[in-house]
């Protein structure tokens, strides 16, 4: 209990912290605007580390990537199962949030002001958008958030470089990845002002718009809790019975319960790994398979966390009363959600900010996002961990074949 209580402490001092702001707000209204400074403190601080962050974390991931055995046919085969594994998910958190207002702020007006949000469009040019929008003509210019593309694509071209570079690269990526470490616990000083920050913010909210955005946040916690329970419930039974039949169902409800039981309990994927590979392995699912597998999918899929994409998408679409495309719902998302790193609270920062930056939302709202995360971070981290069970036993009917349970052709043992 002592353990779970220690690992959920960010959590509930967090939600303690917005719970507060919501009775400030509530009382005070409109004088809550004094408190409105704390919570842009919190803001500008997250802002100021998204540069190095989104660079560090994705030039030293690509760096250090090594080979697996059976190079070919397993990450093929890992890719193709994570991308129509995350499509469902998103496709599921689409369709659900569409016919619901997660939120509903009575002067959106006001709301877009506040935000200092513009109607105002004018006509450009495609493809010199798309240049922009990709590359900057000076390195500068990388290092401004209003850039944030162009950025993670030069982020990849140098781990590239990095793994080109062979032996040559190996210091410099041991420097980067020493300065990512520096970075995570620059993202952990920052999130001990979180409760302050977030609290302040939240009042400010509540003092200005009343109790409907408050009542927003308990919607989105509701309808979220109840998607994440089905979707565990339905869709990794579907998954199991693809991966191995009838006999592929008992063995994953059989052995799954650790993988939930921590998730829940540590609510990180990241610390989720060594439970999750040993109930892959007791399902029947070979070594390297496992191995390999299940360490991609904390960083590379994420059930819960990619459902989560499209319930905060969708509640910022019902907070500005905007128009959004299907289509742009869905590939936002998607493309969010492998920015997202396998840590507990502030890993999603990067993904929240590209959800800004391609959804064309102030980063101001920023805050309203990272609050969106807190308060589904349980359910996600059962899915986002339970996901990669049934993804691994996927991946081992496609490179095993169907008989991979009956123990004829476990090749990676």
């Not at 560090?56 to 080979?67: A, P, R």
């Not at 109930?279 to 496992?290: F, H, L, Q, R, S």
């Not at 679409?317 to 998607?334: D, M, Q, R, Y």
Request: charged share 15%; hydrophobic share 50%; proline share 3%.
């Amino acid at each position: 209990m002592k353990r779970i209580l220690k690992n959920y402490k960010g959590t509930i001092i967090l939600l303690a912290s917005i719970i507060i702001g919501a009775i400030v707000g509530l009382v005070f209204k409109e004088k809550t605007e004094i408190l409105k400074p704390f919570g842009d403190i919190f803001l500008n601080l997250l802002l100021v580390s998204i540069v190095p962050l989104i660079f560090l974390t994705i030039t030293s991931s690509i760096g250090k990537m090594k080979s697996p055995k059976r190079i070919g046919k397993i990450i093929g085969s890992i890719v193709g199962v994570f991308i129509i594994t995350s499509l469902i998910a998103c496709l599921v958190g689409f369709f659900v949030t569409k016919p619901i207002k997660l939120v509903n702020v009575e002067d959106t007006n006001k709301i877009q002001e506040m935000f200092d949000m513009t109607a105002e469009s004018e006509e450009v040019d495609i493809a010199s958008s798309t240049v922009n929008l990709l590359t900057v003509n000076d390195f500068n210019k990388l290092l401004s958030r209003n850039n944030l593309i162009a950025l993670l694509i030069f982020s990849i071209i140098v781990g590239i470089a990095i793994n080109m570079s062979g032996k040559n690269g190996e210091k410099f990526n041991e420097v980067l990845q020493s300065a990512n470490d520096v970075m995570q616990n620059i993202i952990k000083i920052i999130m001990y002002y979180a409760p302050i920050g977030l609290g302040c913010y939240f009042a400010y909210l509540i003092g200005t718009f009343g109790a409907s955005i408050g009542t927003g946040f308990l919607k989105t916690f509701i309808v979220y809790t109840i998607v994440a329970v089905l979707f565990y419930i339905i869709f990794y039974t579907i998954y199991a019975f693809i991966a191995g039949g009838k006999e592929g169902v008992i063995k994953f409800w059989t052995n799954i319960i650790p993988s939930t039981v921590t998730s829940l309990a540590t609510c990180s994927s990241a610390a989720s790994i060594p439970v999750n590979v040993n109930v892959a392995k007791k399902i029947g699912v070979p070594n390297d398979i496992a191995e390999t597998t299940i360490p991609m999918g904390t960083s590379f899929h994420k059930d819960g966390s990619i459902i989560g994409s499209v319930f905060k998408i969708m509640f910022l679409v019902c907070l500005f009363n905007t128009e959004v495309s299907t289509i742009k719902v869905l590939g936002v998302a998607l493309f969010a959600n492998l920015l997202i790193t396998g840590v507990p609270i502030g890993g999603g920062t990067i993904s929240e900010m590209m959800i800004l930056t391609l959804m064309g939302y102030p980063v101001e709202v920023l805050p309203i996002l990272t609050m969106i995360a807190t308060i589904i971070d349980p359910p996600a981290t059962m899915l986002n961990v339970v996901g990669d069970v049934s993804t691994s036993m996927l991946v081992t009917r496609i490179v095993d074949g169907k008989n991979w349970l009956t123990g004829k052709k476990k090749t990676g043992k």
